[in-house]
Nanobody, 118 residues
Framework: QVQLVESGGGLVQPGGSLRLSCAAS????????MGWYRQAPGKQRELVAS???????DYADSVKGRFTISRDNAKNTVYLQMNSLKPEDTAVYYC????????????WGQGTQVTVSS
């Protein structure tokens, strides 16, 4: 059973910061590249950051320089540090295995809501 539990979202003012966490079951996490995705109302889910097992990271242009993805392989956990938040970052954030998503075999957790508003 694949399990993904995201946490750390909330309401923050523009320019603020949040740190998201994602606890993943071992079967999905071990040796997998992981990604943080987000889905805003009325929009498709998009990949915003990814990280390989060896911690090589990549970012969407919209978050580059503001978001940092990291992972703790011993804890099966992926993090997303979000700084300089903008209203357009408002979305439900999810994590998942890059491989499972791209091969259409993914299931999703409940996500964590991030709202950036004054």
């Amino acid at each position: 059973q694949v399990q993904l539990v995201e946490s750390g979202g909330g309401l923050v003012q523009p320019g603020g910061s949040l740190r998201l966490s994602c606890a993943a079951s071992g079967s999905i996490f071990k040796l997998s590249a992981m990604g943080w995705y987000r889905q805003a109302p009325g929009k498709q889910r998009e990949l915003v950051a990814s990280i390989t097992w060896g911690s090589r990271s990549d970012y969407a242009d919209s978050v580059k320089g503001r978001f940092t993805i990291s992972r703790d392989n011993a804890k099966n956990t992926v993090y997303l540090q979000m700084n300089s938040l903008k209203p357009e970052d408002t979305a439900v954030y999810y994590c998942n295995s890059i491989f499972l998503v791209t091969t259409g075999r993914s299931t999703w957790g409940q996500g964590t809501q991030v709202t950036v508003s004054s």
